[in-house]
């Protein structure tokens, strides 16, 4: 269900730059509900509360939009340690960047003008710690 989320909060945030609070809404549910459930690793709430005051803090500067920032935050019920979090960083770092080294090189992808679809680099960024293999 994760994935088809991801996939499509992907495609909305290329075709029109906008992640639907609906699907962070519904991604939300399902992962905090698999976690209180199933799952007997806890939740690391600071880590959480530590991920989402960044983000509002780049928001604010304009640097990243509400909807990567909520985005952001709910993925991280899903990584237990800080470790693991660092590696989504660094993997949602290196899908941005290549996005924006793909935007620069394609001027129709308009990137300069629209911004670049950076839910796309958090998607790809944490399917690569949740699928290593």
């Not at 500067?61 to 237990?80: E, H, N, S």
Request: with cysteine.
């Amino acid at each position: 269900m994760i994935l088809l989320l991801l996939f499509y909060v992907s495609v909305t945030d290329i075709l029109y730059r906008v992640i639907p609070n609906l699907v962070i809404l519904i991604m939300f549910i399902c992962i905090v509900t698999d976690r209180l459930i199933y799952s007997d690793i806890p939740i690391n709430f600071i880590l959480i509360l530590c991920v989402f005051g960044t983000g509002i803090l780049l928001y604010a500067a304009r640097i990243m939009g509400a909807g990567d920032v909520k985005l952001i935050t709910v993925l991280t019920f899903l990584i237990p340690e800080y470790p693991l979090f660092i590696s989504f960083l660094f993997y949602t770092t290196l899908t941005g960047a290549g996005l924006a080294v793909l935007g620069y090189m394609i001027p129709a992808l308009k990137f300069k003008e629209r911004g670049l679809p950076y839910g796309v680099a958090i998607a790809l960024g944490f399917l690569m710690i949740a699928c290593p293999h």
